[in-house]
Nanobody, 124 residues
Framework: QVQLVESGGGLVQAGGSLRLSCAAS????????AGWFRQVPGKEREFISA????????YFAESVKGRFTISRDNAKNTVYLQMNSLKSEDTAVYYC?????????????????WGQGTQVTVSS
């Protein structure tokens, strides 16, 4: 069982950068794969990025590839999403998710643990 808390969201101009953090409770978080999803009102939650428990495998949606990076610091029980070259269409609530099996997943149902979300707003 883990609890996830996202932070780092906010308002940024187009072209700017933000770094989201996902802090996890639980001593075994280093064994959990983690992912980032985002959602805008009226739309399905969308996969953004995922990272394996060891950090050696990462996955990205085509819409963010080359602009976003994902990393983790298992000593700090934290996963990061570095977002560069932000666009207005990146505006959404961003959620961190975790699962205790496999390398990483791109589908919502693969993740039983979720944070409460953090708002990212990109002004054009």
């Amino acid at each position: 069982q883990v609890q996830l808390v996202e932070s780092g969201g906010g308002l940024v101009q187009a072209g700017g950068s933000l770094r989201l953090s996902c802090a996890a409770s639980g001593r075994t978080f280093s064994l959990y794969a983690a992912g980032w999803f985002r959602q805008v009102p009226g739309k399905e939650r969308e996969f953004i990025s995922a990272i394996s428990w060891s950090g050696d495998r990462t996955y990205f949606a085509e819409s963010v590839k080359g602009r976003f990076t994902i990393s983790r610091d298992n000593a700090k029980n934290t996963v990061y999403l570095q977002m560069n070259s932000l666009k207005s269409e990146d505006t959404a609530v961003y959620y961190c998710a975790a699962r205790s099996w496999g390398t990483a997943g791109t589908l919502q149902y693969e993740y039983p643990y979720w944070g409460q979300g953090t708002q990212v707003t990109v002004s054009s």
